[in-house]
């Protein structure tokens, strides 16, 4: 069976049901097989909170990132995998989806570790060099880009033929050009978040709501390692005020929608 086939016939029916008491008897004797996940994971129909969850969710991670090679390729990326799983499912539920859930996956899972390379690994010049060889989407780029970045861009490059693979069975590969255009978006993104942090650039916040939802939850860790402006820090800074008192604006100014 497919890994990420497997990942999704797991994690499917935890979305809605509560742990089986023979949860823990059945994961005591399971291989790292996909065989046998396959059958722990129609057994135990878990929810998320559950510490037989966390058991089978760290085998799913090991067999997966194992093929990907997480740790020693991107030391730097956060560990999602099953995570980027349960966003898929949310998009696409039903059982007629598993193709659509598998290449969102990836495709989450590729965007969490470029995030992270963008947001708090690469200097800005590798990035530049990393954003136009993304543009260009060709193996000929290769050289272009920095030893370490070379794995991810070949992930990057193998997900876009898969995909247009996949979708010519269908009829509908002229996706995949409108992809690559919404890649290229978010990549730019990325590099112009980096760009701010090295002109030390505090952008304006208009219209970005999600902006403030976003610093609530990360802003501490974000200013643990150097990272552009939070909302939270400025108004912490600008008001002397106190953590909780720019959480309220924040929420305020969320509810309102008024930035």
Same mark, same amino acid.
Request: glycine share 4%; hydrophobic share 35%.
């Given at each position: 069976m497919?890994?990420?086939?497997?990942?999704? @016939?797991? @994690?499917?029916?935890?979305?809605?049901y509560h742990s089986s008491v023979w949860g823990n008897y059945f994961l005591s004797f399971t291989q790292l097989?996909?065989?046998?996940? &396959?059958?722990? %994971? *129609?057994?135990?129909?878990?929810? @998320?909170?559950?510490?037989?969850?966390? !058991?089978?969710?760290? /085998?799913?991670?090991?067999? #997966? #990132?194992?093929?990907?090679? &997480?740790?020693? !390729?991107?030391?730097?990326a956060r560990? /999602?995998?099953?995570?980027?799983?349960?966003?898929?499912? %949310?998009?696409?539920? %039903?059982?007629?989806?598993i193709c659509a859930r598998r290449m969102i996956t990836k495709l989450i899972v590729i965007i969490t570790i470029t995030d992270d390379l963008y947001d708090a690994y690469a200097t800005y010049d590798e990035l530049v060099s990393y954003t136009d060889a993304i543009e260009r989407c060709d193996i000929s780029a290769m050289d272009s880009i920095m030893m370490y970045m070379r794995p991810l861009y070949q992930v990057f490059i193998d997900y876009f033929d898969e995909t247009e693979e996949e979708l010519t069975k269908d009829g509908k590969v002229d996706y995949v050009y409108y992809a690559k255009i919404e890649t290229n !978006? #978010?990549?730019?993104?990325?590099? !112009?978040?980096?760009?701010?942090? /090295?002109?030390?650039?505090?952008? /304006?916040?208009?219209?970005?709501?999600?902006?403030l939802k976003d610093d *609530?939850? %990360? &802003?501490e860790h974000e200013q643990q390692r150097e990272h552009g402006a939070s909302f939270?820090?400025?108004?912490?800074k600008e008001y002397r005020a106190s953590k909780q008192e720019a959480y309220a604006e924040a929420r305020k100014m969320q509810m309102h929608g008024k930035i």
């Open positions: 497919n890994q990420l086939a497997m990942v999704d @016939t797991i @994690t499917r029916p935890l979305a809605n097989t996909c065989l046998y996940l &396959h059958e722990v %994971g *129609i057994r135990c129909t878990l929810p @998320t909170p559950d510490p037989i969850y966390e !058991k089978l969710k760290e /085998k799913v991670r090991q067999m #997966w #990132w194992k093929d990907l090679d &997480h740790s020693n !390729k991107y030391p730097y560990d /999602k995998l099953v995570e980027c799983n349960f966003w898929a499912m %949310g998009l696409y539920f %039903g059982p007629q989806y !978006k #978010w990549i730019r993104s990325y590099l !112009k978040e980096a760009e701010w942090l /090295k002109d030390d650039i505090i952008p /304006k916040s208009s219209s970005l709501i999600n902006r *609530i939850i %990360g &802003h939270i820090e400025c108004y912490m």
